[in-house]
């Protein structure tokens, strides 16, 4: 019989890898690691998984940390520290420290968890859970564990439903009728479909369960492994597909829908297209993400700031906002938005524009500024006049302009230019 759900969430932990470099997001990733770049108004990307594991029911959390942390351990430290050691609520944030070697940081995904097997053993926890800390999606944990509990398996493995054509990026699962995972294949040219439709294949959402006492034997065993890369990916769900019981938790049966018949949503937004485009597509009619669910909110730190503020009502100088998302503490003082997505305490000014435009945190627009289809940094000043996105030539002299014609503006980028054109 299996407990309860609040009995089996208090026997659980989320582990969340959150040290991802996030080099295809460019400069955006410059000064703080993938997990802690801006998504959606007011959150961080690694405000997703924590918010799943705390609307599962989840009160204890670890977060690895590792590359560019700073920006990441301090909106960690300021957003999340509301859980209480008394209450047996418990969120560690712990950076690659070389607690294991002076000479050794974290190799791999697995040996994250195994240099602070410790910790996790002071949890007193029965299953772990494995977060990547860098998608953007709304899930149910509770079910997959009930899943891994159910079927007895050695690991349960997140999987999402994608078309063979797409799946070849991905680490893909091979399973029977039973979901019960046959082959694991990282990146296959031709990846096998599902035996209820060989259309699609099941893709790999790096989000593992395991029970901690076997995990924990895993760990031990992979770290004295010389020829082990110490990844789970690449060696510790292998080798359970090989000599265990690895099953297949489909990401359909968990996600958490804003409407019955909504699509499962997950996005990895690892480049600049991926990542302008899923900020924008919030500002849709009814988004694919729904940012308003108060029965699952996205948690996160929140400044206090004032309402936003839209001012002058002249012809060609009115404050305006269509189809987009405005931000607290934001004043826009006659400038025309339209399909855009603005940050906490943005500051637009007069005879300017922005047009599929993503502005971080604490940015401000010059006048007469046209700006279409870019990402603004966080505190980036946009000069007067700034014209961008209607010459990609020009702009490529100055910014980074993507595949997909978006153009990233940063402050050194702002700066090379300004000393350039003197």
């Known amino acids: 019989m299996v407990d309860s759900s609040s009995r089996l969430m208090r026997k659980s932990m989320a582990f969340v890898l959150a040290g991802g470099r996030g080099s295809r997001l460019k400069e955006l990733t410059d000064n703080r690691a993938k997990p802690a770049v801006y998504f959606g108004g007011?959150?961080?990307?690694?405000?997703?998984?924590?918010s799943n594991a705390l609307n599962s029911g989840i009160r204890k959390m670890a977060i690895a940390t590792q590359y560019k942390a700073h920006s990441l351990i301090r909106h960690c430290q300021r957003g999340w520290?509301?859980?209480r050691p008394e209450r047996?609520?418990?969120l560690d944030?712990?950076?690659a420290s070389q607690r294991v070697s002076e000479h050794q940081w974290y190799l791999g995904t697995a040996d994250a968890v195994t240099q602070n097997i410790d910790i996790v053993d002071s949890y007193g926890v029965d299953y772990v859970l494995i977060l990547a800390g860098d998608h953007i999606y709304k899930m149910d944990y509770e079910r997959m564990i009930r899943q891994h509990v159910e079927t007895g398996a050695d690991v349960t493995v997140g999987c999402l439903t994608v078309p063979r054509a797409e799946a070849t990026a991905f680490g893909v699962m091979g399973v029977d009728a039973q979901d019960r995972i046959t082959s694991f294949l990282e990146k296959p040219a031709d990846p096998p479909g599902t035996p209820d439709d060989p259309t699609v294949a099941l893709a790999s959402m790096g989000i593992y369960v395991f029970s901690w006492k076997l995990l924990r034997e895993l760990l031990i065993a992979d770290a004295a492994d010389p020829n082990s890369s110490h990844d789970f990916g690449g060696d510790i769900i292998p080798d359970i597909?090989?000599?265990g019981k690895a099953m297949a938790h489909r990401f359909a049966d968990s996600c958490v829908r804003h409407a019955p018949d909504a699509p499962a949503y997950w996005r990895d937004v690892g480049t600049l297209d991926a990542f302008w485009k899923a900020n924008v597509d919030l500002t849709g009619f009814t988004p694919d993400l729904d940012l308003w669910d108060h029965n699952w909110p996205i948690w996160t730190y929140s400044e206090i700031v004032?309402?936003?503020?839209?001012?002058?009502d002249e012809e060609n100088r009115r404050g305006t906002a269509v189809s987009s998302l405005v931000s607290g503490g934001c004043i826009i003082?006659?400038?025309?938005?339209?399909?855009s997505l603005l940050f906490t305490m943005v500051h637009t000014n007069s005879y300017s524009s922005l047009d599929q435009a993503v502005v971080l945190p604490h940015a401000n627009i010059a006048r007469h500024a046209r700006l279409t289809k870019v990402v603004i940094d966080r505190g980036v000043q946009i000069p007067e006049g700034l014209v961008v996105g209607e010459d990609p030539e020009e702009d490529a002299k100055w910014f980074r302009v993507s595949e997909g014609g978006v153009t990233l503006i940063t402050r050194k980028m702002i700066e090379a230019r300004a000393a350039a054109l003197g």
């Not at 959150?43 to 998984?49: G, V, W, Y």
């Not at 003082?333 to 399909?339: D, L």
């Open 42 to 50: 007011k959150a961080r990307i690694i405000d997703f998984a924590l």
């Open 93 to 95: 944030i712990l950076p």
């Open 306 to 312: 004032p309402p936003a503020k839209f001012i002058h």
């Open 81 to 83: 520290s509301f859980f």
């Open 333 to 339: 003082s006659g400038t025309e938005i339209r399909q």
């Open 241 to 243: 597909v090989k000599t």
């Open 88 to 90: 047996n609520e418990y």
